[in-house]
C-alpha cells in the first residue's frame, strides 16, 4: 500500500466516501456513470442524500443489481428518469447524517469506525486506491510522508508537516459544484417499471 505521488485530479468525494455505504462490492460490472451529494432543485448537501446515476440497461445482470443493490437497498429513497436512457437513483443517508456532514465538510478522518472499514473493504482488492484512502481515513500516520512529497527541499519538511497536522486531513474538500448533479428528470413520478419491482421484493 505505498504512495509514491500525490492525486492531482479532483476525484468525487461522494463516490469515495459515501458509494461504499451502499454496500455493493467492488468489481461487479455495474456502476455509477457518477455519484453526488446533492441534486439542483431537488436536494442540498444539507438533505444528506447521495445521488446515482445509472446507464439503464435491460439485460439480467443488471435488473438483479436494480432490484437487489438499488430499490432493495435499505437507503433507497427516490428514483428518477432521465433523457438518454439513464437513471438516478437517491439515496437517503439522514440515518448516517454525521458521517455524510463530515464529507461534506471534508472530515474524513472524523468519520466513524463503521464507515472506515465499510470504506477499507470496499477498496481493498484496488492496490492502486487503498493505501492513498488509507491516508485519508488515518492520516495520522500518514503526515511526514505527505510532506516529503509535497516539498522539494528537505528543510522544509518539518513546517510541511506541522501545517499538515494542523489541518488535520490529507484529502482535499469536496467541490460542491462538482458534487451537484444538474439534469432534470424526464419525469417526476417513479417509473411503473420501479413501482413493480418495488411491489415484488
Request: proline content about 3%.
Amino acid at each position: 500500500m505505498s504512495i509514491s505521488s500525490l492525486y492531482k485530479d479532483y476525484y468525487q468525494k461522494s463516490r469515495l466516501f459515501l458509494y461504499p455505504a451502499l454496500k455493493v462490492k467492488k468489481g461487479v460490472s455495474v456502476t455509477p456513470i457518477e455519484t453526488y451529494m446533492a441534486w439542483e432543485g431537488y436536494y442540498s448537501t444539507d438533505d444528506c442524500k447521495l445521488v446515482c446515476v445509472y446507464h439503464l440497461r435491460t439485460d439480467d445482470e443488471f435488473r438483479k443489481f436494480e432490484k437487489s443493490k438499488l430499490l432493495g437497498n435499505d437507503l433507497f429513497h427516490d428514483f428518477k428518469e432521465l433523457a438518454d436512457n439513464k437513471g438516478v437513483y437517491v439515496f437517503d443517508f439522514s440515518s448516517n447524517k454525521e458521517d455524510f456532514q463530515h464529507v461534506v465538510r471534508g472530515k474524513y478522518s472524523k468519520l466513524s469506525n463503521d464507515a472506515k472499514i465499510r470504506i477499507m473493504s470496499f477498496f481493498s482488492g484496488n492496490r492502486a486506491q487503498i493505501g492513498y484512502i488509507e491516508s485519508y481515513l488515518y492520516p495520522d500516520k500518514y503526515f511526514g510522508l505527505y510532506a516529503k512529497l509535497l516539498c522539494n527541499k528537505e528543510k522544509e519538511m518539518d513546517a510541511m508537516e506541522q501545517l499538515l497536522t494542523q489541518v488535520g486531513e490529507l484529502c482535499s474538500i469536496p467541490d460542491l459544484k462538482e458534487e451537484t448533479f444538474k439534469e432534470q428528470p424526464i419525469s417526476l413520478n417513479i417509473t411503473p417499471k420501479v413501482l413493480h419491482l418495488l411491489d415484488n421484493q
